[in-house]
Structure formats: C-alpha cells, structure tokens
C-alpha cells in the first residue's frame, strides 16, 4: 500500500489552469493519479485535459467527490485557497508554491489541525505512491514501487536518493517532500506514525538537511515504533548563520549542524550514510 | 529582514503604541537642532542592526548643546560590531519608574508563535530566572491569550498595571500581523511617571515572503546597502540562494539539498567550495547564463561544477544558457555539468557539442569525481 496518497484519493488541481499548473496536472495524469477536476475561480465549465474545471472547491466536492487538493497558486494567494479546500472538507492539501508567508502558512496549519485536515508543504515537490499517482512536481521515472517510505526536506536531492535506490533495486511506498520552508504544514516526525501502520513499508529512508529540529524530533518519534530508518543529512559544509537556498536550511552556531543531528540520529539507532551513494549499502546493512 | 530602531517604532506607533518623541540625524549639527526641538535631556542612540547596542557604547545620554556635539560626534562615522554607524536616533528622554519586557518570536524550532513578557525589562530576556518570565504559545487565528497573561500579572503583583499591559500586548499582536514581523521585541518598556508605557527600544524583523504586501518595508529594503555586489547580483538575478564561500570550486545547482549535497562532496573529495548557488524553480536560458557568469566571476576558481535537475525547470533551456555563457567568456577552467529530467538527451547533445563536460547519470559523486580528475585531484 502506501500513506496518505492511497486507492481512495480522489484530488483535484487548484490554479491548475495556469501555464505550469496545466502542465503538472498533464504529468500527474500520465502518472496515473486519480485527478477528479480542477479549481479555478471563474473558469467554472472549462475543460482541463479532460477533467471538469469548478469555480470552488465546495462545487468540486459535491460534484466529484473531491477529498485531496494539490495546489499550484502562486505565494500571495495561497492561504485563501488553501483555507477554501480544509473549509470544503478535504482531507489532504498539498502546496507546492515557494515563497509562501509564514504566518499564512501557520494559519493554514491551525485550520488543517483543527478539521483533521494532513498538510505537505509548502515548498515542497509533492507526494508521490508509486501504482497510486502523484500529487506533485517530481519526476515518475526515479520512483519505482517498493517497500521503503521515503521523508525529504529537499526536492531535487530526493530525486537523486530515488535514483541511486531504483539503481540498486530498491522501491518506495511513498514518497513524501514535506517541504524546504521553517515552518510546514506537517513535518517529518509526523509522517511515522502512518508510515509505521502501512504493512508494506518496511523501513524509512530519511534526506535531511541543516537547520532546525525536524531530524531531532524525527528520532524521538522513531523511538515509538518498529521501523528500521536510515538517513542522509545535506549541508555538512555549510557556514553557520547563512541560509542556504531553503529558508528552513539555516543553522545557528550552536545548532542544527549535521554532526549534531547525526549524533542523534545514530544514537536513536537511525544509520547515517556519509553520502548519497553509501545509502544503498546502508540500508541493505540495516533495515532488511 | 530586520529593521532599524526607528523604523521599528515607526511600526509601533501606527499601532498605536507609544514611543519616545524623536528624529533621525546623520551629523552633529542635525542631532543638536533635533535635541534642541525636542528638549533636553536627550537620548542619542547608534542604528545598526542588532541587539546589545548600550553595552557595546552605541547608546548615549546629553543635557545639553555640547554634550550632544560631542556624543554625535563620537558615534557618527564609528563602528558598533563592524557595522558602521551612519545615523542616529535622537529622543526625548522618558523618566521611568520601572522597565518591562515583552516581544512575539515566531520560533523555528518549536515552529510556533510566542508571547515573552517579563516584568525586569532592560536586560537580555536569556538571562532572567525562569519564574520571571511568561511563555505563552500563540495561536495565530485566535491571538494571545490575555487571561493567561492577566494571571502571571496577578503572579508577579502588577495588577494595577493589568490593563496597560493587556493593551500593549494586544496592540503589538496587531503590529506583528498587520506588517508579517517575525520579531517585534520591546526592551525596555518604560513605565512612565503617569503608569503609561513607552517603547524605549524596538528589535524588529519583517517575512522576506510578505513584502510584497508592505510597500513602505519593502522600499526601505531596496534602498539598503548590505550586501556585496555579488550577493546583490544574485538577488537581482532572482536566484533563491548564492552564499560566498572561500573555496576554489563554484557550484551552480537547482535546488536548497542539491546544492548542499554538491558542497559537501566536493570537500570529501578534496576540492572547496567557493560559493552556494541555488537557481530555484524559475529557470529561462538568460537565468541560467546569468547565474554561471555570476559564479565565474569570482576570483581564484580552478572549476565549476553545475547539477541541475528538471521537473518544473526546463533543462534545454538551462543547457542553452550554459552553453551561451561559455561561448561568450575566454574559459580558463573546466565546468563539469551534471543534468538530468525533462529534456534530457536533448539537453546533452546541447552540451556535449559545446564541448562542455557532461555526465550522464543522476550521482551527484560522478560529476564531482569528473571535475576532480580534470583538476587533476585524487580523492
């Protein structure tokens, strides 16, 4: 199986209708992810790739049965359309856009804890179940279907971790970029617990990177249940005090080094390959 | 983005907190008909960026016509920490009975929102004993909680103080979230001889992401000159990350962990990084040939080591770009590119018939471990 992204999600594309979101919501649908329609504010009756365009998403629940949401509208218009999709009832709602402000961030945060509501991003690539589709922006061709779950900060880094485990044979349940801003809808160590109820994944394969807690708070997680992690950690050469690409990479001198979250890490028992390439062999050695 | 003092009262008060009576000057002869308008005794205080600026001597008192000279004199055109001070804040001093402590933080490692607040004000809030300072978590859609506060007042026997108290928490809330302030810290509060409270200080910091929505923040922005003409580049450019660093090898990626991973194989296998760079989502060719011009500009390279990926980035694009700045410079040095995603035999072929060092795989290692043999490096 997999998380999140599973047989019963029905989802539908908000700004899918502007160039890049057009585009995405075409290669989403080559993936073979269940789209129902697609949202955009007066372009109700429009015709997206074969998928039927609302003007809200209250329209698109009743209509298709819409219970997930990837949402490609820019920064400043994120938060409206995100609140509209928790307030329509859906379940999942996954922000691609980067540059979004944090305190809209935090509102949405509030409203999706509130409802029950799971939220990736934003600054993210998305969730990809390999057999179920993609809510997102990651190539397909990386992701084979396997039996590891996979936690990225990062984008691009978890495309090449996808590669190099396809390489050596190794597939994912899920994959999930839970997004390179400070704060995120939902972050790593909350992702455990699902991935720790889904029979099929037998152990987490971790792309980390400085700054922040989420790696610190992934481990105690961890802790709480059975399933074997391995993990590599981006950015042990960075310079403290200096943000690096991502606004949630940047380490403090007294904290969020490498050295420091592998240490936990590796004291919670969670393997820590040196580079991208050792991961294949890392995990071989510890979790199958 | 932090703000100056003034502009941070500036903020302040057209939230209807109050702050102390003052102008901003940049020489002496300014600061004495401000202090002269204003009424003496004044405060002059240095505008730089940072806190800590009393107990580094950025901050002084004047009584009169002379003593300002003399202070003004001093600090205009000194150093406070390395930064130069170009102005300065003169007010109005405040006679106070008693200081506070109050600030929002937004905390990235709690990932939460929180009100401080402290009845000793003027010192570092770090160092104050635990039961002396209120923590209260805050959620965004409701606001502070006020009676939680009220309690701690009760605590701490500042009753009578209550309401003012409750007001200026509710207005600096209102501060924080009309104009995105990641920081809004007043150390000290004054408690003026009438029971009102004053801003005495103002530690500010505004989200990068929402100036957009705060035209006056983001025009103070622009016109600040703290950045080298590199990192100014790069901002213009529109790149969403380029750090300087003192290696020899300059790195060009599209994306936050790719970018990383690229610094940190490079030193494993022997080679410095001279610079992070990271393109974002928003490739065209003229970005790109802007970024690698940007990297090859600086002094002391011996190779360059570009790794991009496309998924929402077009990487015939990119590739066109690198192929335009390579065509347009005299290369002295070697720049290996590692691409993959959409577009990518195509996107090769580009390369390869510039002639430029291309690997066709998705390890990060195997471009680095190409860069290194060209340089002749063992690793």
Same mark, same amino acid.
């Given at each position: ?154 984008? #691009?880094?978890?495309? +090449?971790? /996808? $590669? &190099?485990?396809? =390489? @050596? ?92 979250? #592998?240490?936990?890490? +590796?004291? /919670? $028992? &969670?393997?820590? =390959? @040196? ?14 | ?379």
């Amino acid at each position: 199986m997999s998380i999140l992204l599973t047989s019963s999600t029905r989802a539908i594309v908000q700004g899918g209708t502007g160039r890049i979101g057009a585009r995405q919501t075409e290669w989403m649908l080559k993936a073979g992810t269940c789209l129902v329609g697609a949202v955009t504010p007066g372009k109700g009756g429009a015709d997206l790739h074969g998928l039927p365009v609302f003007d809200s998403v209250g329209e698109a629940v009743e209509r298709v049965q819409a219970n997930a949401s990837v949402s490609f509208v820019p920064g400043p218009h994120v938060r409206a359309a995100a609140l509209e999709a928790v307030e329509a009832g859906l379940r999942l709602i996954v922000v691609i856009a980067e540059h979004v402000p944090v305190y809209d961030t935090l509102e949405i945060r509030e409203a999706c804890r509130e409802s029950g509501a799971v939220m990736i991003g934003p600054n993210t690539p998305g969730i990809i179940s390999p057999g179920f589709g993609k809510l997102g922006i990651m190539p397909v061709n990386v992701f084979s279907p396997g039996r590891l779950g996979m936690l990225s900060r990062s984008g #691009t880094l978890a495309y +090449e971790v /996808a $590669g &190099i485990l396809q =390489a @050596a044979g190794m597939g994912v349940t899920t994959m999930v970029g839970v997004g390179g801003d400070p704060i995120i809808g939902t972050d790593m160590a909350e992702f455990v617990p699902w991935f720790a109820a889904d029979p099929d994944t037998k152990g987490l394969v971790v792309v980390g990177e400085i700054g922040g807690t989420q790696e610190e708070r992934l481990a105690a997680a961890l802790a709480d249940y059975d399933l074997p992690a391995c993990a590599y950690i981006a950015g042990r050469t960075a310079p403290a005090g200096k943000r690096m690409g991502h606004a949630g990479a940047l380490m403090s001198a007294k904290q969020g080094s490498v050295a420091q979250k #592998t240490e936990i890490l +590796e004291r /919670a $028992g &969670i393997r820590v =390959a @040196a580079s991208p390439r050792l991961l294949p062999a890392t995990i071989r050695e510890g979790l199958v | 983005m932090k703000l100056h003092e003034h502009e941070g009262k500036r903020l302040f008060a057209e939230c209807g907190i109050a702050v102390p009576a003052g102008k901003v000057v940049t020489s002496a002869a300014e600061a004495e008909s401000a202090a002269r308008d204003l009424g003496y005794p004044v405060m002059l205080k240095a505008q730089v960026l940072g806190g800590g600026r009393g107990k580094a001597g950025g901050v002084a008192q004047a009584g009169d016509d002379a003593a300002v000279q003399k202070e003004a004199r001093r600090l205009l055109g000194s150093s406070l920490r390395d930064l130069r001070i170009e102005a300065l804040l003169v007010e109005r001093r405040v006679p106070a009975r008693g200081e506070l402590y109050i600030s929002y933080f937004l905390d990235y490692a709690s990932e939460q929102l929180w009100l401080l607040f402290s009845s000793s004000g003027g010192m570092e809030v770090e160092a104050l004993p635990a039961d002396k300072v209120l923590r209260l978590p805050v959620a965004v859609r409701r606001g502070p909680d006020l009676a939680a506060l009220r309690s701690f007042l009760e605590k701490q026997g500042l009753t009578k103080l209550g309401r003012a108290i409750g007001q200026l928490a509710e207005s600096l809330y209102a501060c924080v979230r009309k104009n995105d302030l990641l920081l809004a810290e007043i150390n000290p509060v004054l408690i003026a001889s009438d029971g009102s409270l004053v801003a005495a200080d103002a530690r500010v910091e505004v989200d990068d992401n929402a100036l957009y929505r705060h035209e006056g923040i983001a025009a103070a922005k622009a016109s600040r000159r703290d950045k080298s003409d590199r990192e100014a580049r790069a901002e213009a450019l529109g790149l969403n990350g380029f750090v300087e660093l003192d290696g020899e090898v300059g790195i060009l990626a599209s994306g936050a962990g790719l970018g990383m991973a690229s610094m940190d194989l490079l030193q494993a296998a022997g080679l410095r990084p001279a610079n992070f760079l990271e393109t974002g989502g928003r490739i065209t060719a003229d970005l790109v040939q802007g970024a690698l011009d940007l990297v090859l500009d600086q002094p002391g390279l011996r190779g360059v080591l570009v790794n991009l990926y496309g998924g929402i980035n077009p990487m015939v694009e990119a590739a066109r770009g690198l192929v335009a700045a390579v065509r347009t410079r005299d290369m002295g040095i070697p720049v290996v590119v590692k691409l993959f995603g959409n577009e990518q035999e195509e996107a090769w072929g580009l390369l390869e018939a510039a002639g430029i060092p291309t690997v066709r795989g998705i390890e990060t290692e195997e471009a680095v471990e190409k860069l290194a043999r060209l340089l002749g490096v063992r690793s």
